[in-house]
């Protein structure tokens, strides 16, 4: 399998279960990653923005890492981030620390190479030396990541990652089709693959070019996201109607995400607590973010039916 196939279709980004203590639930850990798979994903992301990694200790961020891989036992590829350091010198022991792990690929954050007054040559600079200081064993990869800025990849960068032959995933947050098909354009040909993290442009990102899913309602119903990235072309129709409930569902993110996403999880039995670390979670159920969540995922169960799932 070419690292272009192996990055088609659905990465979640992977949450963190912690139990009453607010340390990381392994046990809890083990069925979500089981969930996803048997949900038929593509792939892995662990680490990242919606695994609370910036509120975790490089430690854990390390073992958490290692735990994903050992879980997911070859059956999907992993990749990771953990890319939280401010400093370049750190931020390179963070990520060749990740590399060990035996991840596909190490993702690094867009807004972590300049600050918002930077121009771009200053990232992609910061960008280079990062990528030379990483073994070319493991591939890399780029995630706009909205915190603690969004600082979104110029078509100029997206070219220098596809021609260097080392980038294998963009995880882009643009939510705008014209970029996502620009940056599809500047990808084709190439190992690297746009992974859009919208799902209100995520069909129309397929007809574009776009590898597939990379969403936090991936933590929701990543069934029927594997089945709009399969069959969109096979069946237009239901593609269609499937795309409008996906993109409607996908506002419940509004809701004190990742706590709404933790509620679910503890609804399906996979996760004990909705404890977050980045976010006080006493919000989401006195202004009864709850119903509103769980009755836009029960309508999906219209739409299996629909699919034939």
């Given at each position: 399998?070419?690292?272009?196939?192996?990055?088609?279709?659905?990465?979640?980004?992977?949450?963190?279960?912690f139990?009453?203590?607010n340390?990381?639930?392994?046990s809890?850990?083990?069925?979500?990653i089981d969930?996803?798979i048997k949900?038929?994903?593509s792939?892995?992301?662990?680490?990242?923005?919606?695994?609370?990694?910036?509120?975790?200790?490089?430690a854990?961020?390390?073992k958490?890492?290692?735990?994903?891989?050992?879980?997911?036992?070859?059956?999907?590829?992993?990749?990771?981030?953990?890319h939280?350091?401010?400093v370049?010198?750190?931020?390179i022991?963070?990520?060749?620390?990740?590399?060990?792990?035996?991840?596909?690929s190490?993702?690094?954050?867009?807004n972590?190479?300049?600050s918002?007054?930077?121009?771009?040559p200053?990232?992609?600079?910061?960008?280079?030396?990062?990528?030379?200081?990483?073994?070319r064993?493991v591939?890399?990869?780029?995630?706009?990541?909205?915190?603690?800025?969004k600082?979104?990849?110029?078509?100029?960068t997206?070219?220098?990652?596809?021609e260097?032959?080392r980038?294998?995933?963009?995880?882009?947050?643009?939510?705008?089709?014209e970029r996502?098909r620009?940056?599809a354009?500047?990808?084709n040909?190439?190992r690297?693959n746009?992974?859009?993290?919208?799902?209100?442009?995520?069909?129309?990102s397929?007809r574009?070019?776009?590898a597939g899913y990379?969403?936090v309602?991936a933590?929701?119903?990543?069934d029927?996201?594997?089945?709009l990235?399969?069959n969109?072309?096979?069946?237009p129709?239901?593609?269609?109607?499937l795309?409008?409930y996906?993109?409607?569902a996908?506002?419940v993110?509004s809701?004190?995400?990742?706590?709404?996403?933790?509620?679910?999880?503890?609804?399906?039995?996979?996760?004990?607590t909705?404890n977050?670390r980045?976010?006080e979670?006493?919000?989401?159920?006195?202004?009864?973010f709850?119903s509103?969540?769980?009755?836009?995922?029960?309508?999906?169960d219209?739409?299996r039916?629909?699919?034939?799932?």
């Amino acid at each position: 399998m070419t690292a272009r196939d192996k990055y088609h279709g659905v990465w979640p980004v992977m949450l963190t279960p912690f139990d009453d203590r607010n340390e990381i639930d392994w046990s809890s850990l083990g069925k979500l990653i089981d969930w996803y798979i048997k949900s038929g994903v593509s792939g892995l992301f662990a680490a990242c923005q919606s695994s609370e990694m910036f509120f975790l200790s490089d430690a854990e961020t390390l073992k958490l890492v290692r735990f994903v891989v050992d879980r997911a036992d070859g059956r999907v590829p992993v990749v990771a981030s953990g890319h939280t350091a401010a400093v370049l010198s750190q931020q390179i022991d963070q990520l060749a620390a990740v590399a060990e792990t035996g991840v596909d690929s190490v993702i690094f954050i867009s807004n972590r190479f300049a600050s918002p007054s930077e121009a771009d040559p200053v990232m992609q600079e910061r960008l280079a030396i990062l990528s030379d200081a990483l073994p070319r064993s493991v591939g890399l990869g780029v995630y706009e990541c909205p915190y603690p800025y969004k600082r979104l990849l110029s078509d100029e960068t997206v070219r220098w990652c596809a021609e260097s032959g080392r980038f294998t995933f963009v995880k882009d947050t643009c939510c705008n089709i014209e970029r996502i098909r620009r940056r599809a354009e500047i990808a084709n040909g190439s190992r690297l693959n746009i992974a859009n993290a919208n799902a209100q442009t995520l069909l129309d990102s397929l007809r574009a070019g776009a590898a597939g899913y990379s969403g936090v309602m991936a933590n929701f119903h990543p069934d029927l996201y594997v089945w709009l990235c399969d069959n969109w072309q096979s069946e237009p129709e239901k593609a269609e109607k499937l795309s409008l409930y996906l993109s409607t569902a996908a506002l419940v993110e509004s809701l004190d995400y990742p706590v709404c996403a933790k509620d679910y999880q503890v609804a399906i039995g996979n996760f004990a607590t909705t404890n977050c670390r980045a976010r006080e979670t006493g919000g989401y159920f006195r202004d009864h973010f709850r119903s509103n969540m769980r009755q836009a995922m029960k309508l999906g169960d219209e739409y299996r039916r629909m699919i034939g799932l």
